[in-house]
Nanobody
Framework: VQLQAFGGGPVQAGGSLRLSCTSS????????VGWFRQAPGKEREFVAA????????DYADSAKGRFAISRGTAENTVYLQMNSLKPEDTAVYYC???????????????????WGQGTKVTVSS
């Protein structure tokens, strides 16, 4: 499975961005797709995840109410709509996928085997 994340860029505080994650290769409708981010000098952290089959979602507290993860109509794209962006959202955002991942592990980066290259989001105040 190959993943590609794109859609990042510079944005002012309060603005919005939509990140996209496309997949290719051997994918399965059982996959979970997650978004993680890593700010300079910090560890990678969970942002949001979605079950491809039933669209169940999960969010980090920092993302609830501002970000929305969704599955596109094409069977290989997951989006992360980010609204009301804050300077502390500045990070490189990565999408990840895993075929068999129990719900309690969705927030753990170690649970995902497949990763995209990352797309940088810079929020200025």
């Amino acid at each position: 499975v190959q993943l590609q994340a794109f859609g990042g860029g510079p944005v002012q505080a309060g603005g919005s961005l939509r990140l996209s994650c496309t997949s290719s290769g051997r994918t399965s409708r059982r996959y979970v797709v997650g978004w993680f981010r890593q700010a300079p000098g910090k560890e990678r952290e969970f942002v949001a995840a979605i079950s491809w089959s039933d669209r169940t979602t999960d969010y980090a507290d920092s993302a609830k109410g501002r970000f929305a993860i969704s599955r596109g109509t094409a069977e290989n794209t997951v989006y992360l709509q980010m609204n009301s962006l804050k300077p502390e959202d500045t990070a490189v955002y990565y999408c990840a996928a895993e075929g068999t991942l129990i719900r309690s592990s969705w927030t753990m980066s170690s649970g995902y085997d497949y990763w995209g290259q990352g797309t940088k989001v810079t929020v200025s105040s």
